[in-house]
T-cell receptor
Framework: GIQVEQSPPDLILQEGANSTLRCNFSDSVNNLQWFHQNPWGQLINLFYIPSGTKQNGRLSATTVATERYSLLYISSSQTTDSGVYFCAVERHAGGTSYGKLTFGQGTILTVHP | DTGVSQNPRHKITKRGQNVTFRCDPISEHNRLYWYRQTLGQGPEFLTYFQNEAQLEKSRLLSDRFSAERPKGSFSTLEIQRTEQGDSAMYLC???????????????FGSGTRLTVV
């Protein structure tokens, strides 16, 4: 099956700093999502981004599908950004997407005040 | 809509007992997924329903695991004869999609944390 690797595994920042999280995947994908898992375990979808660049406030993401990687940028980090960030990909044969996701191991982000 | 709801939030059970978890998806979503997450790992796919039909099961889902989605609404995940290795967070997610329509609205519940002692 497809392999998803995230780096770095851990990241510690001071509030206000910027950061870049990386996701590499081993094969072509039909979809890619970034999630944030808060300290209570809730997974929140941040971006659907199979290719290109998207921005949402202080967060932006870029996926270069031909080179099999995606980047998540966090600018002016806040303590509420702490948690685990997961990249998840979908790869399906044929034309029908059914949403089965393969997750990376995550990046644990800690933002100190 | 209140999102994807999972019950119970926590379950402690003795090895060998059966447990059942419930997931109520977002009402207009036709797809429902179960994942399992162990400490320090990302979620792993277990199974998937489109409406009431269970269309795929992971090899992680042994014969002791069974999932149902009667009438295409809520879903239950049952684990029989629990083992300590079953201890994990069980996550449910729902979305809407169909042939030729990209999956959208992927939403996770808060999970059920199972501890087998």
């Amino acid at each position: 099956g497809i392999q998803v690797e995230q780096s770095p595994p851990d990241l510690i920042l001071q509030e206000g700093a910027n950061s870049t999280l990386r996701c590499n995947f081993s094969d072509s994908v039909n979809n890619l999502q970034w999630f944030h898992q808060n300290p209570w375990g809730q997974l929140i979808n941040l971006f659907y981004i199979p290719s290109g660049t998207k921005q949402n406030g202080r967060l932006s993401a870029t996926t270069v599908a031909t080179e099999r990687y995606s980047l998540l940028y966090i600018s002016s980090s806040q303590t509420t950004d702490s948690g685990v960030y997961f990249c998840a990909v979908e790869r399906h044969a044929g034309g029908t997407s059914y949403g089965k996701l393969t997750f990376g191991q995550g990046t644990i982000l800690t933002v100190h005040p | 809509d209140t999102g994807v709801s999972q019950n119970p939030r926590h379950k402690i059970t003795k090895r060998g007992q059966n447990v059942t978890f419930r997931c109520d998806p977002i009402s207009e979503h036709n797809r429902l997924y179960w994942y399992r997450q162990t400490l320090g790992q990302g979620p792993e796919f277990l199974t998937y329903f489109q409406n009431e039909a269970q269309l795929e099961k992971s090899r992680l889902l042994s014969d002791r695991f069974s999932a149902e989605r009667p009438k295409g609404s809520f879903s239950t995940l049952e684990i029989q004869r629990t083992e300590q290795g079953d201890s994990a967070m069980y996550l449910c997610a729902s979305s809407f999609g169909d042939v030729g329509i990209a999956n959208y609205g992927y939403t996770f519940g808060s999970g059920t944390r199972l501890t087998v002692v």
